[in-house]
Each structure stands twice: as C-alpha cells, then as structure tokens.
C-alpha cells in the first residue's frame, strides 16, 4: 500500500510550552479536500502551522508521502510540494500583483515569471491590471492572489487557514468554486474553515477540532447531515448551543 | 550669501545625506530596527579609504578635476567590500543571536549603540581626533552662471544620482530586490513564500553596508575625516529617513535633499551654529504630524 500523501501522526503543538493540540492524526489523499471545523480556540489554526513548519510539534510527526518533513521549516516544506495561505496578511501589500505571483514562485527562480503569466491567466480578476499594488486590492481580489501565490510552485497540497473569513457570501462562493477547480487538477487540500456549512460541502472528509483533540471525522456530506455536528457548528439550531462547547480554560475570562 | 548658492550647498550636503539615509532605510525597512551605528559605518567607511590612499601611500597619480588621485577608486572598493564585509560580521556577532533569541527591536537599537560607541573609539585610537583629508591638493569651485561649484561636489551629488537609480533597479527589476521588499513587507509570507529570509537579511547587510561606504567616503570628500563626522550625520540621516518614510530609498533621497536644503537655507535668518537644529526640528514635526513619511511607503 503506497504511503498517504500527507499524514500528521499524534502532533502536539503549542505556545510557549503549552499545547494547545494534543496527539492529533491526520491523513489525506492525493486529490482529496479535508476541512477541520470546531469552536474558537479548538486549536484548528494551531494544528494548521504546526502541519506546515511554523511551529515546531512538541509530539509526533508529519510525514510527506511517507517521508518524515517534521522538522522542515516553511521554506523547506514549499519546496517539497506544501502551499500555505495564511489567514490574515496573506500578500505583500507594496508589491504589484504580479511581483505577489513572483513571490509564490521565487524557488523557480527564472520560470517564475512564464508561471505568473498561467496563473494570470486562471485568475482574470487579477490578469486584468498585474500592475496594481496588493494593497489596493478588494477582500476577495486578495483571497484571489493569495491563492494564486500559493499555486505558483504547482503544489501537491494546499494548506488553507480560513480562506473566507471576512468575505461576503458571494465572494466566498467564489472561493469554494476555485477550490473546488483547483482539486480537480489533482491537488489535495485541507482547510481550516469557520463558514463550516460550505467549506463541508465540497469536502471528501470533515474533521471536527474540540479543544485540541480530534472529536469527529466523517465524510463531508455525512457530517453536513449530522444533527449534532449541525446544531454545534454550523449554526442550524439556536447560536446559544455554541458557547457550551467551547471549553472554558481559564474559569470564563 | 544668496539663496541660489545656498540651495546648491543643500543639494549637495542634501546628496551625502540622502546616500547616507538610502543605506539606513533599507536596513531599517527590512531588519526592522533602527540601526544607531549607521553614522559610525560611514566613519568606517572613510578611514578604510584613507587607510588605502594615505596610511598605504597608495594615492596614485593626479585626477584630472577631482582633489584625490586615482588611488582614490582603490579605496572606494576596499571600502565598499570591507563595510559590508563588517556588517555582515555584525550581523552574525551581534544582530542575529538577538533576532533568533525573539529580541525586542529596542534591544536591536541598543545593541546597536554600543556597537557604535566600539568603532568610534576603535576609529579614534587608530587615526586620532583631529581632523584629516585624503589629498592635501585643493579643489578650485567652477563658476557656473554666478554659482559656485567644486568638482568634487558634482561628483557627490552625480554618484548620489547613479546609486540611487541602481538602489531602484536593484529593488524593483531583480529577483533578489523583490524578495527583499517582500521580507520588509511581512516576513513570515515570505517564508511562507518559500523565500530563506535569513539569506535576505544578509544580503540586505551587506548591500546596505556597500552603500554605507559611498556615503562615508563622499562625506570625508565633501567636509573631513574625522573620528565623530559620521556620527554628527546621524540625526539628519534619521530625519531624512523619517520624513521620507521608513523603507524608502527614494523617499530617503527626497528626505535627505529636503534636509540639506533646508539646514542651509536657515542660515539666513538664524545663526549658522544652530544649523543642526534643522534636522531636529523636521524630525520632530513629521514624528508629530506624518509619522509614517511623506509619502508613506515601505521598500
């Protein structure tokens, strides 16, 4: 049996000595869509960093197509084939939208910018004006360039931390289509997602993250339909169950 | 004076300035701290082109317009290799242990004030206190149109012209630039990225140190070598630096220019010795008003 594309084997991982996720598994296929979903503070973005090399696991380890990658730092990890869009101050403001692509494909050195030319072309919003600086760019727009950032080095997995936060309804739609074209090219990608409801929807397997432990894992649509999976997160029943399920660490401050 | 010869020595104060800034807000823009030996890096700078054409004799024969000889080339590049070579000592001694411990940036500044206290005193035990020059020749100013210029200043004010369009080149058409304003902007994309932040730091020393050394070398050209002159430059560099906003080369020039200008012109109405309030002055109006430059930009 071939190794998984990517697997996280018992990580913890944490801030200052303290974990937040604990022994936490994971496996995706090549071509597969994985979301994790769970309350604030479940440590769903802690587990995202600590899978890509921005954090260091105090436990456990990740592997790449069976190769041990744990100890790889970001730059390392981009290399062997693992994108990652962070969630907030995802493109380089003073840079033009271009020179942002040029960015994403800087290991390929001078084919970096035939790739930016592609990638221009599958983002149109963005091809139309490769000159304008990233920070003028709307919400979405920027969403649009961080993905493509991200697609530069034609990666193996994407990894995605909330790529439709603060985006509105329409726009995030527009997100989900991308994503959902970008893995029919082949590419496997494990989001972290608050707008739960739709990020499932597209997704081979959901992952439900409750204070740092692995609580749930089902196949996308069967966790969409999941009564209590629904009424937790992904707001179907009265918003004043969420709160319960958010453990309390520190007696409610 | 009259006000026209007057702007012409702010433009070429203003030059030493503005090249001397334009090192300081790169290294500012991308290692994120104020670096507070950048007025002693120039001093370095000069005396290691004195060292070449006057303490090794190697001055060459006679330039034709310019006070120094062609030796003067010689000390430019040892200069030039020897600053960023030392930056890139400094950041491997001092900066980096600090930046991979997660210093604060106020540790940074400090560590980089006794940095600066180091090579001024190493600077004034090697070549003393007094003042020196590189040539005892002098360089007769050329009347133009009334306005009087030395060659050697039109030399500054050209080199300042040249490094400044490379400085852009180099940010705006290369590989290298691009990631060095991609690590000014945030850091942890570019790494993100795929881009080894670390090799851009050192880069970003050692062309920053590169242009550390024209600046030192056309300051001791336009005034003396002496122990403290690149100290003396440091607080109009910063304002320079500030008003052109922080990581900015070109708003370092435009900064340098406005305060060079402006610190000759004021001897007009007030005392020639309260000249280096100038800079002061503009470094407190624009932290007050436009803290983040004129023109607001980052590398």
């Given at each position: 049996m071939s190794p998984a594309l990517f697997e996280a084997m018992e990580i913890s991982a944490g801030y200052g000595g303290a974990?937040?996720?604990?022994?936490v598994s994971l496996q995706i296929d090549a071509g597969e869509i994985v979301t994790i979903i769970g309350p604030n503070g479940a440590g769903k973005s802690t587990f995202l960093k600590a899978a890509f090399g921005l954090l260091r696991p105090s436990h456990g380890m990740t592997l790449l197509r069976g190769i041990d990658?744990?100890?790889?730092?970001p730059p390392k990890m981009v290399a062997a084939g693992v994108s990652f869009v962070p969630q907030?101050?995802?493109?380089?403001?003073?840079?033009s939208i271009r020179e942002n692509l040029e960015m994403g494909g800087y290991?390929?050195?001078?084919?970096a910018a035939a790739r930016a030319d592609e990638v221009l072309a599958m983002f149109p919003e963005l091809g139309r004006r490769p000159?304008?600086?990233?920070?003028?760019?709307s919400g979405g727009q920027r969403q649009a360039l961080a993905l493509g950032r991200a697609l530069m080095l034609n990666p193996v997995l994407l990894m995605l931390d909330?790529?439709?936060?603060?985006?509105?309804p329409l726009v995030r739609n527009d997100v989900f289509e991308r994503l959902k074209a970008i893995r029919e090219s082949g590419v496997a990608i494990l989001i972290v997602e608050q707008n739960a409801r739709e990020a499932l929807a597209i997704s081979d397997r959901g992952v439900v993250l409750v204070a740092g432990s692995v609580a749930l894992e089902q196949p996308g649509v069967e966790m969409l339909a999941n009564p209590s999976v629904g009424r937790l997160f992904l707001g179907l029943d009265d918003p004043e169950a969420v709160p319960a399920a958010i453990p309390t660490s520190n007696g409610g401050g | 004076m009259d006000t026209l010869q007057l702007v012409v020595v702010g433009t070429i104060v203003g030059s030493v300035i503005g090249l001397g800034a334009m090192g300081l807000t790169l290294t500012y823009g991308i290692?994120?701290?104020?670096?507070?030996a950048h007025g002693d890096l120039l001093t370095l700078a000069m005396f290691l082109a004195f060292a070449v054409v006057?303490?090794?004799?190697?001055?060459g024969p006679s330039m034709p317009?310019?006070?120094?000889?062609?030796?003067m080339l010689g000390g430019v590049v040892v200069a030039v290799l020897g600053l960023a070579a030392f930056s890139l000592a400094a950041d491997r001694l001092v900066f980096r242990p600090l930046r991979s411990r997660g210093s604060a940036v106020i540790t940074m500044a400090i560590a980089s004030l006794g940095l600066a206290i180091m090579i001024r005193a190493v600077i004034q035990i090697a070549w003393g206190s007094g003042p020196l020059r590189y040539t005892t020749g002098i360089n007769r100013a050329n009347d133009y149109f009334g306005l009087k210029v030395k060659p050697d200043q039109i030399l500054i004010v050209a080199l300042t012209a040249v490094v400044a369009v490379g400085l852009y080149l180099l940010l705006h058409r290369t590989r290298l630039g691009k990631a060095m304003r991609a690590t000014a902007d945030n850091p942890e994309l570019a790494e993100v990225s795929g881009i080894d932040t670390e090799r851009i730091r050192q880069a970003t020393w050692a062309i920053g140190g590169a242009l550390t050394a024209i600046a030192g070398v056309m300051l001791a050209v336009q005034t003396q070598l002496r122990f403290d002159a690149g100290f003396n430059l440091l607080l109009p560099m910063f304002a320079a630096t500030i008003l052109g906003g922080i990581g900015s080369p070109w708003g370092a020039l435009v900064g340098g220019l406005v305060v060079g200008i402006s610190q000759e012109l004021s001897t007009q109405w007030i005392?020639?010795?309260?000249?280096?309030a100038v800079p002061f002055a503009i470094l407190i109006v624009m932290l007050l008003a436009r803290p983040r430059g004129l023109f607001g930009s980052t590398v």
């Open positions: 974990d937040i996720i604990h022994r990658v744990t100890r790889l730092r907030l101050d995802n493109v380089f403001p003073s840079l290991l390929a050195g001078r084919h000159t304008e600086h990233a920070g003028r760019l909330e790529p439709t936060a603060a985006l509105s | 290692l994120k701290f104020a670096n507070f006057s303490d090794l004799g190697w001055a317009w310019f006070s120094f000889g062609w030796g005392d020639t010795g309260f000249k280096p």
